[in-house]
Structures are given as C-alpha cells and as structure tokens.
T-cell receptor, first 114, second 113 residues
Framework: QQQVKQSPQSLIVQKGGISIINCAYENTAFDYFPWYQQFPGKGPALLIAIRPDVSEKKEGRFTISFNKSAKQFSLHIMDSQPGDSATYFCAASRSIAAGNKLTFGGGTRVLVKP | AAGVIQSPRHLIKEKRETATLKCYPIPRHDTVYWYQQGPGQDPQFLISFYEKMQSDKGSIPDRFSAQQFSDYHSELNMSSLELGDSALYFC????????????FGQGTRLTVV
C-alpha cells in the first residue's frame, strides 16, 4: 500500500516550460513534506520542503503548493532547464525530528528537452 | 560543507555471501537512516538510529542487521545475500538537536551475482 502516491510517472517538458508533479497522502499524522531531486547513481538531494501550516512555498524556480483538506501537494518547476532532467520524489514524514522516517512517492522522471 | 559519506560506493558479492556497508553521518548529526532503492523504485526505509539506539524499523529483512557506534557512524550488515538484494543502499543523517532535515549520502550500489 503506497502511503504517498505520486503522478505522473514521467514527464517531458520543453525548455522554459513548467513541470508539474502531484502527490497525495493518506496519513494525516504526516506534517513534513519534502521534495527530493535525484540524478542517476546519486543520492536524493533535498530541493524544498513545506509544513501543513502554509499553502505555498517558493524557492527560486521551485514552488510547492499544499492543500491540507485534500491531502495533496504539488511541485511546480518554472522555466524548466535541461539540467533539471532528473527523477523527483515527493516524501512525507511525521515531523522533521529525529528518527521519523521518510515515506517516498513513486517518483517522477522529468526530461527537459532543449 | 561535509556530507554523508558512504563506503564502499560499489560492491559485488555472490549469493549467500555477506556484505557490510558503512555510513559516516554529517558531523554533529545524531540520527542515521538506511534506505534501499531498487532499480526504478523509490527509496524504501529500512531502519534508523538516534543516539546509537534503534529508533524505527521498516521493511528490513531478518538477514540484515545494523548498528550505530559511539562515533555515530553506522554499519548495515547483510548476510545470506540474495539476487533480490541488488540495489542502491542510501544512508541519510539528520540532527534532532538542531532540527535539520535528512541529508542523503551518495549510496552504495550492491550487486549480488
């Protein structure tokens, strides 16, 4: 049972376009929602994270939108660049505190075409 | 800035052999997590340690064990290896005292032949 469902599985976007990745979660105890970027053969790297008390967070070209009532959150990558081509994982945990494991979504492979 | 160090980066073992993966967390981080990532899969949580004590356990096979040492480094021991254990194994660390998120290492690619 996937506690965090992510879609789409893959995405092709033109350079300069917007990449949108959606996630939905079941466990209402989750209160920390990070997004990770992973390149082949590398470890996941934290991109941006959000807590349920805010509906949107923006860092550079990356924006998280959060809908607590719908238990959904999404990542928008504005002005997508070829260097953004990677696999993106949403995740959730009970808190940022020690020992609280991350539950990952299934991942989205993003390809940005030049 | 120092990152999470994992060793070895690559490991090839035969079926039924044992393997030991090592993780050195970011300095002053008190928590270590181990994740397993199969090809094309998302990382799956195995086990975590806080201040050298096991804090949570996920889908870790009984053939696997792990511990965190006094210097906070951690080792994942895998015995009776099976072909299906071939995967990327990631270690992540965080600090409860400072309240940081988890930072991942570069992973160990284990291939069981």
């Amino acid at each position: 049972q996937q506690q965090v469902k992510q879609s789409p599985q893959s995405l092709i976007v033109q350079k300069g376009g917007i990449s949108i990745i959606n996630c939905a979660y079941e466990n209402t105890a989750f209160d920390y929602f990070p997004w990770y970027q992973q390149f082949p053969g590398k470890g996941p790297a934290l991109l941006i994270a959000i807590r349920p008390d805010v509906s949107e967070k923006k860092e550079g070209r990356f924006t998280i939108s959060f809908n607590k009532s719908a238990k959904q959150f999404s990542l928008h990558i504005m002005d997508s660049q070829p260097g953004d081509s990677a696999t993106y994982f949403c995740a959730a945990s009970r808190s940022i505190a020690a020992g609280n494991k991350l539950t990952f979504g299934g991942g989205t492979r993003v390809l940005v075409k030049p | 800035a120092a990152g999470v160090i994992q060793s070895p980066r690559h490991l090839i073992k035969e079926k039924r052999e044992t393997a030991t993966l090592k993780c050195y967390p970011i300095p002053r981080h008190d928590t270590v997590y181990w994740y397993q990532q199969g090809p094309g899969q998302d990382p799956q949580f195995l086990i975590s340690f806080y201040e050298k004590m096991q804090s949570d356990k996920g889908s870790i096979p009984d053939r696997f064990s792990a511990q965190q040492f006094s210097d906070y480094h951690s080792e994942l021991n895998m015995s009776s290896l099976e072909l299906g254990d071939s995967a990327l194994y990631f270690c992540a660390s965080s600090s409860d005292r400072i309240g940081t998120e988890a930072f991942f290492g570069q992973g160990t690619r284990l291939t069981v032949v």
